[in-house]
């Protein structure tokens, strides 16, 4: 069974008819959300949804900003926490899936991919925090890792879905800026961390992806190949 219309629930549609496996991929999807019901309908629904599917192995999607401190007390970042807390305690069967940056065909206008290219292509102004990192995961490579712990039988535990190598947004926005061949009006503040994220778990997986498709700047590139045409 798959909960949710956006970005995530489609590249899953396959689990629309399963009778073991239930995708919650609904919700909140922007960062900066500050409306306090929004959250509160995506508590709401999540709630119901264990309740009525108790023997099914629920797959939430929650998210690595988890353990970045530059974000991690933003009203986005606490409400993951409590739904995660929420699962923990009442779900028989869970994965929680803390997954970074997502790009694919379809997605909310706010990710950092979407939100750069737009600026680029459109000689919009831009902030950017100059000491950040971000890590950009293509939709279907997030599939196969899914696809491959529930082949696996992972159960019961919290498991970061993102690519090994954070890269800087200065990286991702010069990407652009080649691809486009264009240069973006830019102004650079001093904010921002470094991004390291635990992959251990899914590190036969990553090893594929890289093999296929490369890492750092070469990933990004491929992506705005892909889903970014000039």
């Not at 997502?102 to 831009?126: D, E, Q, Y």
Request: hydrophobic share 40%; proline share 2%; net charge neutral.
């Amino acid at each position: 069974m798959v909960v949710g219309t956006g970005l995530l629930a489609t590249i899953f549609e396959a689990y629309k008819t399963s009778n073991k496996v239930l995708i919650f991929a609904s919700g909140v999807s922007n960062s900066k959300e500050t409306d306090l019901l929004a959250f509160e309908r995506e508590f709401k629904l999540l709630k119901e949804t264990i309740a009525k599917y108790p023997t099914l192995k629920i797959v939430y999607f929650s998210t690595v900003s988890i353990a970045d401190s530059s974000v991690n007390d933003s009203l986005y970042v606490q409400h993951k926490i409590a739904l995660e807390n929420y699962i923990k305690k009442t779900a028989t069967m869970y994965l929680i899936l803390r997954v970074s940056n997502v790009v694919g065909f379809k997605g909310n206008p706010n990710t950092i991919m979407n939100f750069l290219v737009s600026a680029v292509k459109h000689n919009t102004p831009v902030v950017i925090w100059a000491n950040a990192e971000r890590n950009i995961i293509d939709v279907e490579d997030v599939y196969d890792i899914v696809v491959s712990l529930l082949n696996r039988h992972v159960t019961n535990t919290t498991i970061n879905v993102a690519v090994r190598e954070s890269v800087s947004v200065k990286l991702i926005l010069n990407a652009i800026e080649n691809y486009y061949d264009k240069t973006a009006e830019v102004k650079y503040i001093n904010k921002g961390e470094a991004l390291p994220i635990a992959t251990f778990e899914i590190t036969s997986e990553l090893k594929d992806i890289e093999l296929k498709y490369g890492i750092g700047k070469e990933y990004i590139y491929r992506l705005l190949e892909k889903y970014y045409s000039k």
